[in-house]
């Protein structure tokens, strides 16, 4: 899915259904019913590749690209983006066009061109902008450097060297404390140069361990068929 914003604030142009759309929503009728058992039908269930899909965002990326500016791009799910096509509107399209109108059109542009592209059909969720999320954009953009992102928050570092600790009235500092952080960051050096799974306690050679597969996942997930998750 990818989440349009555009320029201008028509507060009238979209509009949401009554919250109790659903009680008034008729029975599905017995072509209804055909037409989603014909699709059910020609469904197939295919093993999770997130290598291949990793792939795929990558080339719907760079076909969003041709339609605004990396900078305007927030791409923070696999499958999920943002794209602010405030400076793009009126590049594609006549100033004299309403926003809403030019929204409308270079999104389904953007659809055809990532189907076009990679075979995948596309949803867009359109919205105009406002000043409160402009205001969050700006502060976004001054301090995101690029990667995913799952959650948001303030917070204040660098304020003092590492060697100053904080401990809890319960805690002491002592020496052995001192040395296992030392292990730890030497541990962390050897995986990061020679893989995740270089060094490994004992118990993750246990049958019950799930060490060993999980490290073949991405993110969690089979990186292509079920390897990691059985």
Known sequence: MVVIRGALNYSNYYRTAPR???????????????????????????????????????????????????????????????????????????????????????????????????????????????????????LFRSGYSGGSVRRIGVSFGGLCTEEVKLISLFDTFDKKVANTEVLQGAIDEIRSQYGFLALQKATSLLDGSRVVARSKLVGGHSAGGLDGLT
Do not use: C
């Open 20 to 138: 109790d759309w659903l009680n008034k929503v008729a029975p599905p009728s017995i072509s209804d019913v055909a037409f989603i058992e014909s699709w059910a039908k020609r469904t197939k269930i295919v093993q999770p590749r997130m290598s291949k899909y990793i792939e795929k965002n990558i080339e719907i990326q760079h076909v969003i690209q041709n339609f605004a500016s990396p900078e305007d791009i927030f791409w923070y799910s696999i499958d999920e983006g943002f794209v602010d096509l405030t400076s793009s509107l009126n590049y594609f399209y006549d100033k004299s066009l309403p926003a809403e109108v030019k929204l409308d059109k270079l999104s389904r542009k953007i659809q055809l061109a990532i189907l076009k592209k990679t075979g995948i059909y596309s949803t867009v969720g359109m919205s105009i902008g406002n000043p409160l999320s402009d205001h969050i954009l700006s």
